[in-house]
């Protein structure tokens, strides 16, 4: 699976972005996708994740509410809806494919730059 960020980009405070991540490869309706970030000189950390099937999905505490995970299948595309933006949500976005949301992840894309600030 080869997986493919956009979407990110500068927005004001309060603000709204939508992430997409494009997978190609046979094995994507059978993927957990996950949504991470890394913020200057911090961790890279959990955002978000969504099952195979689309019926589980998972929200670190801090953007609970505000960011909601969906999958196209269609498409082969999933979407991170980032609502309510704070400065704190600056960072790289990376999303990445494995087999459930709460095991290791073995395919990763380059990462999308999201910049939250007036």
């Known amino acids: 699976v080869q997986l493919v960020e956009s979407g990110g980009g500068l927005v004001q405070p309060g603000g709204s972005l939508r992430l997409s991540c494009a997978a190609s490869g046979s094995t994507f309706d059978d993927d957990a996708i996950a949504w991470f970030r890394r913020a200057p000189g911090k961790e890279r950390e959990g955002v978000s994740c969504i099952s195979a099937s689309g019926s589980y999905t998972y929200y670190r505490d801090s953007v609970e509410g505000r960011f909601t995970i969906s999958r196209d299948s269609a498409k082969n595309t999933v979407y991170l809806q980032m609502d309510s933006l704070k400065p704190e949500d600056t960072a790289v976005y990376y999303c990445?494919?494995?087999?459930?949301?709460?095991?290791?992840?073995?395919?990763w894309g380059q990462g999308t730059q999201v910049t939250v600030s007036s």
């Open positions: 990445a494919a494995g087999s459930l949301c709460t095991l290791g992840y073995d395919h």
